[in-house]
């Protein structure tokens, strides 16, 4: 059973515009969520993340939003860059300590 | 800092066969955590060891076991192989146990089952 879901499985995007990308959860345990980027023959790496406490986090130009009421967190980009072309995961963790991931989304920046 | 080295980094196996993987963590951290990536599922979690203990364990079958040495390092072992093991495999190892240690993944293991 998929806890945490990424219901879009590739973006494509414009230089210089906005890239969104949306990450739902399930159990209203989860009280910390974070977001990881993979390039390919290349484990993730750790972009950004958000407690639950607040609603949102910033980081340069990577912004993470997140609707506890939803269950749903967002991560945006701007501006987009060719090199941000990667596979983004979200996950999320509770009281357990066990991270749990999404399946990812492709996302393709268009110079 | 080296990074998180997994070997080998290729492995061919037939089915029935077992297969042992290792993880080298970051100098200084003592959590490993392993994951199975596979097309549609996502990053998976196996289990996760701090200081030579299993802290957690994920949804997997007993043919899937691990340990952790005192230096850290990790390895993980599936036995009876099947062809839905065929994945990708990353470790991850941070500092401390849980979400109070940011983890630093490896590059993983591509294990096909033939």
């Known amino acids: 059973d998929q806890q945490v879901k990424q219901n879009s499985p590739s973006l494509s995007v414009q230089e210089g515009r906005i890239s969104i990308l949306n990450c739902d959860y399930t159990n209203s345990m989860f009280d910390y969520f974070l977001w990881y980027k993979k390039y390919p023959a290349e484990g993730p790496t750790f972009l950004i993340s958000i407690s639950s406490i607040k609603d949102k986090n910033e980081d340069g130009r990577f912004t993470v939003f997140l609707n506890k009421s939803a269950k749903h967190l967002s991560l945006h980009i701007v501006p987009s860059q060719p090199g941000d072309s990667a596979v983004y995961f979200c996950?999320?963790?509770?009281?357990?300590?066990?991270?749990?991931f999404g399946t990812g989304t492709s996302l393709t920046v268009i110079p | 800092k080296a990074g998180v080295t997994q070997t080998p980094r290729y492995l061919i196996k037939t089915r029935g066969q077992q297969v042992t993987l290792s993880c080298s963590p970051i100098s200084g951290h003592r959590s490993v955590s392993w994951y199975q990536q596979t097309p549609g599922q996502g990053l998976q979690f196996l289990f996760e060891y701090f200081s030579e203990t299993q802290r957690n364990k994920g949804n997997f079958p007993g043919r899937f076991s691990g340990r952790q040495f005192s230096n850290s390092r990790s390895e993980m072992n599936v036995s009876t192989l099947e062809l839905g093991d065929s994945a990708l495999y990353l470790c991850?190892?941070?500092?401390?146990?849980?979400?109070?240690?940011?983890?630093?993944f490896g590059p993983g293991t591509r294990l096909t089952v033939t």
């Open positions: 996950a999320a963790s509770g009281t357990g300590n066990q991270f749990y």
């Open positions: 991850a190892s941070s500092w401390t146990s849980g979400r109070a240690g940011e983890q630093y």
